[in-house]
């Protein structure tokens, strides 16, 4: 098994950046895609990025692209979410996941963990 533990979410206003960061532990393998996703209210669970196992392929949601960096550090089992030029409807519980494939990808059917979610709230 592989626990999956965000951080880094609170309150900012519309424009400003957050870091989310994903703690992996457990049977952890470096080897595997890992994403984040998110699901603001009354909404599905949405893909926003997603990274291969060595951090060579990177995929964005078109809502996040040029504004989202995703990033992973796999001797430290982190991964990495800057969010800059936030906007009120990147409000969400952001999720990361991880997959026991190295390939990234945006299908969340794809993804095997899950952990339990970090509230962003973007409002004035």
């Known amino acids: 098994q592989v626990q999956l533990e965000e951080s880094g979410g609170g309150l900012v206003q519309p424009g400003g950046s957050l870091r989310l960061s994903c703690a992996a532990s457990?049977?952890?393998?470096?080897?595997?895609?890992m994403g984040w996703f998110r699901q603001g209210p009354g909404k599905e669970r949405e893909f926003v990025a997603s990274?291969?196992?060595?951090?060579?392929?990177?995929y964005y949601a078109d809502s996040v692209k040029g504004r989202f960096t995703i990033s992973r550090e796999n001797a430290e089992n982190m991964m990495y979410l800057q969010m800059n030029s936030l906007k009120t409807e990147d409000t969400a519980v952001y999720y990361c996941?991880?997959?026991?494939?190295?390939?990234?990808?945006?299908?969340?059917?794809?993804?095997?963990?899950w952990g339990q979610g970090t509230q962003v709230t973007v409002s004035s």
């Open positions: 996941a991880s997959r026991a494939s190295p390939m990234a990808t945006s299908n969340r059917e794809h993804y095997d963990y």
């Open positions: 457990g049977r952890t393998l470096f080897v595997n895609g």
């Open positions: 990274i291969s196992w060595n951090g060579a392929t990177t």
